[in-house]
């Protein structure tokens, strides 16, 4: 998994927030201000009150994103009423038992959704595929590959290639396979121009070792995870360089 965390070691990267958001994908929730209660601010100003009313969606309560990325995730095809909603058992939940099957495919990009989100998914779709082992005694290898229709080369890459390695991993460790491969591709790849010094920095640094990711316990289902039980070692970054969210 170098390829999955070569982002961490270039620059510090807000490890905390890479959890607790994927998490809250996982959990199918689409509440922005279980962020702000956590002190992480990612998701405010998509889930301003200003910001819904210029997307049309003035009528949701402050924070209510829509049917983004955890919805789809887990109840896909939903009906969407609102962030308090209990959608238990509604729609599709699209968690895959099955490694060996060829359509292990995670999506969020639903268009008949598309105008209920605050933002259309970036990272829209992932597959996992396994590789059967070479010999008996060798073990279960498992990939993903992620396609990115947008892609903030400065400030949202970085976090989403460390989102998708922490899923690969999860799901590695869930299913008794072994973390392989992240593969990204990127459809529109683009830097802002206030990004543009930053990036020159950026890029005469060397980066550093890779870090490992580790798990406290034993868990043999995805929704059994919380954050205490991700454990990311040898983490010693680069300095922060700041790069303002383009909204």
Not at 151 to 159: C, K, N, S, V, Y
Not at 180 to 189: M, Y
Not at 211 to 230: C, W
Request: with cysteine.
């Amino acid at each position: 998994m170098h390829a999955a965390t070569i982002s961490l070691a270039w620059k510090h990267t807000f490890l905390r927030a890479t959890v607790e958001e994927l998490l809250w994908f996982i959990q199918g929730c689409t509440d922005a201000r279980v962020f702000s209660q956590k002190g992480i601010k990612i998701w405010d100003e998509n889930g301003s009150k200003d910001f819904l009313e210029k997307r049309g969606l003035g009528h949701r309560q402050e924070g209510d994103l829509g049917p983004v990325y955890g919805f789809q995730w887990r109840h896909f095809g939903a009906n969407y009423i609102n962030c308090d909603t209990d959608y238990t058992g509604q729609g599709i939940d699209q968690r895959r038992n099955d490694l060996t099957d060829r359509r292990i495919i995670l999506s969020a990009w639903n268009p008949a959704a598309m105008p209920l989100m605050a933002l259309p998914p970036c990272h829209m779709m992932c597959q996992f595929y396994m590789h059967l082992p070479v010999t008996p005694d060798a073990p279960k290898r498992l990939s993903c590959l992620m396609y990115q229709r947008s892609a903030d080369l400065g400030l949202g890459i970085p976090f989403n290639i460390a989102s998708y390695a922490l899923l690969t991993h999860m799901v590695a460790h869930v299913t008794g396979t072994k973390p392989h491969e992240l593969i990204i591709q990127l459809g529109d790849a683009h830097v802002y121009r206030d990004h543009v010094d930053a990036l020159e920095i950026q890029l005469k640094r060397k980066p550093r070792p890779f870090p490992k990711v580790k798990f406290r316990r034993e868990i043999n289902d995805i929704d059994g995870f919380d954050s205490e039980d991700i454990v990311v070692e040898g983490y010693d970054p680069h300095p922060t360089i700041a790069m303002k969210m383009s909204v």
